[in-house]
């Protein structure tokens, strides 16, 4: 079965400083991932993927994702973080095999706080 | 994402009541999704469409219904509405060329049954 786990409610860094955001994943066969985020009243907003290739995935706003396949694990991170990306960050997984149905499993969300 | 609308944003109503939510798209992708959102347990799926002629139930459909009117539009209907129904749902969409292509989402509604 396709599980994601986010092990951290929330992550609380100081502006300027570095973030990360866990993930792990559970997944048989080849795993694809997916970072969301959600901005208060907003709707989930799509920031990066890893499908195959490079371990390290850049996406939006000055994102990137680490993916480890021997730690399961898909890591956000920013190398300086803004008051402004505190939102509510989404791990997902795409289920795997020939299926052409791409059902995503969504973890449970971590709440970032940027503090100034 | 404002290519995809959800219409109302926010609801009241009553125990037993039947609701109906609304989602359009102007992306012109096949693809179309109901999910809820409770705190602390992420998304969970409702219903999924791949086109006018498909649709499927997803995780949490018990006591859900739902309508692929168009290609753009797929609404999603409470027939008798229960508190714990309350959430936030999402509608998003997805493009059918590539099973890896992201899914874009709407604003969300917010509901409240009391």
């Known amino acids: 079965a396709q599980s994601v786990a986010q092990p951290e409610d929330q992550v609380n860094v100081a502006e300027g400083n570095p973030l990360t955001v866990k993930c792990t994943y559970s997944?048989?066969?080849?795993?694809?991932l997916f970072w969301y985020v959600q901005y208060p009243n907003r709707g989930l907003q799509f920031l990066l993927k890893y499908i195959t290739g490079d371990n390290l995935v850049k996406g939006s706003y000055g994102f990137e994702a680490e993916f480890n396949k021997s730690q399961t694990s898909f890591h956000l991170k920013k190398p300086s973080a803004l008051v402004s990306d505190s939102a509510l960050y989404f791990c997902a997984v795409r289920g795997p095999g020939s299926s052409n149905f791409n059902k995503f499993y969504f973890g449970s969300g971590t709440k970032l706080n940027v503090k100034p | 994402d404002a290519d995809v609308t959800q219409t109302p944003r926010n609801r009241i109503t009553k125990t037993g009541k039947r609701i109906m939510l609304e989602c359009s798209q102007t992306k012109g992708h096949d693809r179309m999704y109901w999910y809820r959102q409770d705190p602390g347990l992420g998304l969970q799926l409702i219903y999924y469409s791949f086109d006018v002629k498909d649709i499927n139930k997803g995780e949490i459909s018990d006591g859900y219904s739902v309508s692929r009117q168009a290609q753009a539009k797929f609404s999603l209907s409470l027939e008798s509405a229960i508190p714990n129904q309350t959430a936030l749902y999402f509608c998003?969409?997805?493009?059918?060329?590539?099973?890896?292509?992201?899914?874009?989402f709407g604003p969300g509604t917010r509901l409240t049954v009391l």
């Open positions: 998003a969409t997805s493009d059918r060329t590539g099973s890896y292509n992201e899914q874009f």
């Open positions: 997944v048989s066969g080849n795993p694809y």
